[in-house]
C-alpha cells in the first residue's frame, strides 16, 4: 500500500486516511467524484498534495480489483 494512506484503529474508526491526518481517502474520492479538481482540492485543504490524490485514486483501484462487487440486474 502507498505509504501516503494509513489505516490506524483510533483514528477515523480505522478507516484510510491520507499521511495519518484525519482526511479520509473516501471525502477526497466523493469530491473527485463529484466534479472538484485537483486544484481546487488542494486549495480547499492546504495541507494536501497531488501525490495524495494520486494515491487516493490507486488505493481506490486496488481495492476494486481486490474485491467482486456484485452488479445491478
Do not use: Q
Request: charged share 25%; aromatic share 6%.
Amino acid at each position: 500500500m502507498n505509504p501516503r494512506i494509513t489505516i490506524e484503529p483510533d483514528v477515523c474508526h480505522g478507516k484510510p486516511t491520507i499521511r495519518g491526518s484525519r482526511l479520509l481517502v473516501s471525502t477526497i474520492l466523493e469530491l473527485l467524484a463529484g466534479g472538484a479538481t485537483w486544484e481546487e482540492l488542494m486549495d480547499d485543504y492546504p495541507n494536501l498534495e497531488s501525490e495524495d490524490i494520486k494515491a487516493c485514486l490507486e488505493f481506490a483501484v486496488r481495492l476494486v480489483h481486490f474485491r467482486s462487487l456484485p452488479l445491478a440486474a
